[in-house]
């Protein structure tokens, strides 16, 4: 079952316009979404919950269609969007208290099991936690509701190693029944590699590429070499290339693999190709 | 809805917003203290609700919660019902508690009981309809919906000042459909008199049309 079904969704604003973005997710499995700054990853993730109202598109989630069961897909969807910035001077045992009786099968004991793995303290303030600790406590909420989609807009963005490799545990925790599935955005690309099946590439408000995370680093090279040896045709099909005093660096899509012999080759990782596809020659 | 007004109460309303609640029941107790503008305090009540909720991002926090969006305005407006009312509902045991203990305590305003407490229903009324509507239209912008919404409720003052005229004529406002309002003046009536049912009359196209 699709938990995520989305086609030809457009948003247009002035300066910026999502185009045509159509995302597809089964149950059991983990998409990132990268792109850089503006890209349009946030107006995709919040168009799933309706928080961005779409302009056009059809988007079902979780086998629900969004426009006309809006509230079933927000009861059986967790969305975090790089931690909490509202209620500063509330405790977390009060926000909690309040939160809670809007969801119909909020799971008291494994909230109280991840605040307890999380080293949360709820009677501590918004105000108090770090950057970090809000994320883990918006994290702990939307995994207390049953939800069978988590929906997350640069969860690891504070935190510190340690605490993105036991989020990413999590994560595959989550996954694992093949019930459930997720969809996150993160600058921080090496975390996709480590847990994301899928990865979805918007640029400029559209979707340029949506494949396997390993068959997404393999579509590409990245080559480097001397100067001698950039030819007409090389440097044409060179994406992002870089020269310098000593040679030049650039990627290659793997069917022109042929031009690359004699040079440095090696496996880009995501964020190889995001900085080649977005650099500017 | 239920789990809304609950939010409401529990994490929007703070200690100064019931301070401010309380002040027009307070003041019942001061002698010679107009009475009618104790009540105004409700109103500063109301409008640092939404302020405060604007600096707790309330919006973005509800927004993500799975309930309506229409549901979210009614709880909000209900809750802004319950602050008035919670005043009114105060008001009254401070008022008899001022009149049985206090020797000599008497109202400025010199109005009966059922009349101040039916000015005070128009007054909040009026505040309302223009406050709440401005501040849902003008996101954001709080204190200018509540400067115009404290206008409308000083309209409801001076409809107050109106009730002075005597045994003169009373002008009568009739509500002729939706939209047409006129104004009955016989001769003899109060002009402050006849000058306030204008002033009705223009405002309920206007409140009409802002609704």
């Known amino acids: 079952m699709k938990l995520i079904d989305v086609q030809g969704l457009c948003k247009k604003y002035p300066g910026f316009a999502l185009k045509n973005v159509n995302l597809s997710l089964e149950e059991g499995y983990i998409m990132g979404v990268i792109g850089r700054n503006g890209a349009g990853k946030t107006t995709t993730i919040k168009s799933l919950l309706n928080l961005v109202h779409a302009d056009s598109g059809l988007i079902s989630i979780n086998g629900y269609d969004l426009q006309q069961s809006e509230l079933a897909v927000r009861q059986t969807t967790g969305f975090v969007s790089g931690g909490i910035d509202f209620y500063p001077q509330t405790k977390l045992k009060k926000l909690t208290s309040v939160t809670k009786r809007f969801y119909t099968e909020w799971d008291e004991p494994r909230y109280r099991e991840l605040l307890d793995r999380f080293e949360i303290d709820d009677t501590k303030k918004v105000k108090e936690l770090s950057s970090g600790m809000k994320v883990k406590y918006a994290l702990a909420v939307a995994l207390s509701h049953n939800a069978r989609l988590l929906l997350l807009d640069e969860p690891t963005g504070g935190l510190d190693p340690a605490a993105r490799d036991d989020l990413i545990c999590l994560f595959q925790e989550f996954i694992e029944d093949g019930r459930h599935s997720i969809l996150f955005s993160t600058h921080i690309t090496s975390d996709l590699e480590k847990c994301a099946d899928y990865i979805t590439y918007i640029k400029d408000g559209t979707v340029v590429a949506q494949t396997e995370t390993g068959g997404f680093r393999q579509s590409y090279i990245l080559v480097a070499g001397r100067k001698d040896q950039l030819t007409d045709e090389l440097a044409g099909k060179l994406i992002g290339a870089h020269r310098h005093a000593l040679g030049f660096e650039g990627m290659l899509h793997v069917q022109d693999k042929a031009l690359a012999a004699g040079l440095e080759q090696s496996l880009p990782t995501l964020d190889d190709i995001m900085v080649h596809a977005e650099r500017r020659n | 809805m239920k789990n809304l007004l609950y939010k ?139 400067f115009v919404g404290s206008i409308a409720y000083w309209v409801g003052f001076f409809c107050r000042n109106s009730t002075h005229c005597g045994n003169r004529p009373r002008a009568r406002v009739h509500v002729r459909s939706g939209r047409y309002v006129s104004v009955n003046a016989p001769a003899g009536s109060c002009r402050r008199d006849r000058r306030m049912g204008r002033i009705t009359a223009a405002c309920v196209p206007y409140l009409r049309e802002t609704v």
């Open chain 2, 8 to 146: 409401e109460l529990v994490l929007c309303t703070n200690v100064s917003v019931f301070i401010f609640t309380l002040f027009g029941a307070v003041m019942m107790i001061v002698p010679d203290y107009p009475h009618y503008v104790g009540f105004y305090y409700t109103t500063l009540s109301v409008m640092l609700l939404f302020t405060q909720g604007t600096a707790n991002n309330d919006a973005v926090y509800t927004a993500c919660l799975p309930v309506r969006r229409r549901d979210i305005v009614k709880a909000r407006v209900l809750c802004v019902a319950f602050l008035e009312l919670f005043c009114l509902a105060v008001s009254i045991p401070s008022a008899v508690a001022a009149a049985l203990f206090l020797p000599g305590w008497k109202s400025a305003d010199g109005l009966p009981a059922a009349a101040l407490y039916s000015i005070v229903f128009v007054q909040y009324a009026l505040f309302n309809v223009s406050f709440l509507v401005l501040c849902y239209r003008k996101s954001g912008k709080p204190a200018l919906a509540f």
